[in-house]
């Protein structure tokens, strides 16, 4: 089964930077990481769960939420079987915790319920 683990959140303050790591193991037999969209979403406290940028499986294709465009850039380094997503000029709004999911077949969408397989989160706080 296909396992997910988000890394590189913390504290960090206004203005500042972060940049989170999406890690896959647990291929299924003949199956790779390019095999896989892979979307980003966090969810803020008392908040519903926002997807924020997809990547699809060749790293071709991205899509992010008006949101965010300006300020995030999703990537992925296959071979490494990582997906990423910086996030720049950090605001207080941004804090929450954020998760990376999987899915096949390629499409803008990032409503949640199409992401199959969810990593645990990793929380971002921005506060000075």
């Known amino acids: 089964q296909l396992q997910l683990v988000e890394s590189g959140g913390g504290l960090v303050q206004p203005g500042g930077s972060l940049r989170l790591s999406c890690s896959a193991s647990g291929f299924t037999s003949g199956i790779t990481f390019d095999y896989y969209v892979i979307g980003w979403f966090r969810q803020a406290p008392g908040k519903e769960r926002e997807g924020v940028s997809c990547i699809s499986g060749s790293g071709g294709w991205t899509h992010y939420s008006e949101s965010v465009k300006d300020r995030f850039t999703i990537s992925r380094n296959n071979r490494q079987n990582t997906a990423f997503l910086q996030i720049d000029n950090l605001t207080p709004e941004d804090t929450g915790v954020y998760y990376c999911?999987?899915?096949?077949?390629?499409?803008?969408?990032?409503?949640?319920?199409?992401?199959?397989?969810w990593g645990q989160g990793t929380q971002v706080t921005v506060s000075s």
């Open positions: 999911a999987a899915r096949k077949n390629w499409n803008t969408q990032l409503d949640p319920t199409l992401y199959t397989d």
